[in-house]
């Protein structure tokens, strides 16, 4: 089955929820650069930059491929784990995310299993948009984190994690 995982990235008219939560707990501020890993379309990058004047730099295999060679002091990683369909390479992309980051990794899961989520596939769901998602409980993604990164990861919201080195 071809997963088309380039379609779950929307448009957003302001910044995602995991970015704002970000900003309130103090882990982006003006003095951090940003790489926000699996960006998607950008917009989170775009309004950093713009409206916080934050040093912002976005990664998406699709959209924005290239992927800067020095390291930030905070990494990003939203809706990007939910949208692939096999668990190593979750890790790999979790791995590879926190390999950017001098200071912290901050990653939002879905965790909200809708009424219809699509036909079932492999750990997740085949979306009507051949999409796929998987929707996490909290000790997932918890033993996730750690397997990936090897450190014990906080809980800032529901569906928003932190791991700090």
């Known amino acids: 089955m071809q997963v088309k995982r380039h379609l779950t990235a929307i448009s957003r008219k302001s910044l995602s929820v995991p970015m704002r939560i970000s900003l309130e707990s103090d882990i982006i501020t003006k003095d951090t650069k940003v790489l926000d890993y699996g ?5 989170d990058v775009r309004m950093l930059k713009s409206e916080y004047r934050i040093g912002c730099y976005g990664y998406d295999p699709h959209y924005t491929p290239c992927i800067p ?4 002091d905070i990494v990003t990683c939203f809706f990007v784990l939910n949208v692939i369909e096999y668990k190593p390479d979750r890790i790999e992309v979790l791995k590879k995310a926190y390999s950017f980051c001098t200071d912290t990794l901050v990653v939002a ?6 009424k219809n989520p699509g036909a079932p596939y492999l750990d ?3 979306t009507s948009k051949h999409t796929f998602q998987k ?4 000790v997932e993604v918890k033993d996730m984190l750690i397997e990936a990164c090897g450190a ?3 809980k ?10």
Do not use: E, M, N
């Open 39 to 43: 960006c998607g379309r950008g917009d």
């Open 109 to 114: 899961i879905r965790h909200q299993k809708p």
């Open 69 to 72: 060679d020095w390291k930030f």
């Open 124 to 126: 997740g769901y085949i």
């Open 156 to 165: 800032l919201a529901p569906g928003v994690w932190a791991v700090t080195k």
């Open 135 to 138: 929707y996490f409980s909290d």
């Open 152 to 154: 014990i990861p906080r």
